[in-house]
């Protein structure tokens, strides 16, 4: 069971990038989809998340610029950033749930993370 997150770069202000996070097995057995970040010397942060009913939310920072979705045939999700700015310059990380024996005989949510891919915004 994994993430594998893709889709970094380098790009200008004002570009635009596409992450993707592929998730094994099938996406109908994941759930709470979540973009975060980590930029230079900063924490790690939320960025954007979507629940199983699609309900999004986002960051204040990237509302209007970032899209999170889904890819049901493609058993991915995705972040689309448009306009980005220096500032969105981080190591992006995807995060999901997964539906899975936690203990013998009991089921739950368990949580995962991808690698991080790296997006380098240049002014």
């Known amino acids: 069971v994994q993430l594998q997150a893709s889709g970094g770069g380098l790009v200008q202000a004002g570009e635009s990038l596409k992450l993707s996070c592929a998730a094994s097995?099938?996406?109908?057995?994941?759930?709470?989809f979540a973009w975060y970040r980590q930029g230079p010397g900063k924490q790690r942060e939320l960025v954007a998340k979507?629940?199983?009913?699609?309900?999004?939310d986002y960051q204040d920072s990237v509302k209007g610029r970032f899209t999170v979705s889904r890819d049901m045939d493609r058993n991915t999700f995705n972040l689309q950033m448009n306009n980005l700015q220096p500032t969105d310059t981080a190591v992006y990380y995807c995060?999901?749930?997964?539906?899975?024996?936690?203990?013998?005989?009991?089921?739950?949510?368990?949580?995962?993370w991808g690698q991080g891919t790296l997006v380098t915004v240049s002014s």
């Open positions: 995060n999901a749930e997964h539906w899975e024996e936690t203990a013998p005989r009991s089921y739950g949510w368990a949580p995962y």
């Open positions: 979507m629940g199983t009913g699609g309900n999004t």
């Open positions: 097995g099938s996406i109908h057995s994941w759930s709470d």
